[in-house]
T-cell receptor
């Protein structure tokens, strides 16, 4: 079974530039997550999709970050304009939807996209 | 928001030793999970706990869901070099928002 695919693996940009990350979840997984992991810290949830609807985006800095999941499969996360503090690994994860509609916490992560903002 | 405090932040042990790490929160959780992250990789689920007091094993790993629902611990017995990595606890209360701790970095000396 193919895992969660992410690209690019690495990206270096200047501050105020824009960047986009792509994620393809495991086939059949209804829920997709974007996490931000700053060096030395645990992952922090940015946004969660259930199919193509947003479940939680309370920690997404909406003035500069946007995300979409068209057709309930692939997703893109965009940052525009980037700031120095956005330097981090952006992790995409997916999970099955629990039959009762509650998450189990059992997430499958991709390898991440490492962003460096200069 | 909910915060998870992991301790210790890092451990440097000899191969063959047992390891113990824990995670505490001021909030209660319905589910506790332990993930491991290797360098350059995403976290991988090790153990999931769904009931207060539950004790679950996965090979040399044993984890427990605290009775108060505010803590969990992970033990690794007879450590080996491939146990090196960062171990994250994660808690889930309601819905689907998973909160991660800051991690425990484990280093094993052969």
């Amino acid at each position: 079974e193919a895992g969660v695919a992410q690209s690019p693996r690495y990206k270096i940009i200047e501050k105020r530039q824009s960047v986009a990350f792509w994620c393809n979840p495991i086939s059949g997984h209804a829920t997709l997550y974007w996490y931000q992991q700053i060096l030395g810290q645990g992952p922090k949830l940015l946004i969660q999709f259930q199919n193509n609807g947003v479940v939680d985006d309370s920690q997404l800095p909406k003035d500069r970050f946007s995300a979409e999941r068209l057709k309930g499969v692939d997703s893109t996360l965009k940052i525009q304009p980037a700031k120095l503090e956005d330097s981090a690994v952006y992790l995409c994860a997916s999970s099955l939807e629990y039959p009762q509609g509650w998450g189990t916490g059992e997430l499958f992560f991709g390898e991440g996209s490492r962003l460096t903002v200069l | 928001g909910q915060q998870l405090n992991q301790s210790p932040q890092s451990m440097f042990i000899q191969e063959g030793e047992d390891v113990s790490m824990n995670c505490t929160s001021s909030s209660i959780f319905n589910t506790w999970l332990w993930y491991k992250q290797d360098p350059g990789e995403g976290p991988v689920l090790l153990i999931a706990l769904y009931k207060a007091g539950e004790l679950t094993s996965n090979g040399r790993l044993t984890a427990q869901f605290g009775i108060t629902r505010k803590d969990s611990f992970l033990n690794i017995s007879a450590s080996i070099p491939s146990d090196v990595g960062i171990y994250f606890c994660a808690g889930l209360f309601t819905g689907n928002m998973l909160t991660f701790g800051g991690g425990t970095r484990l280093m094993v000396k052969p």
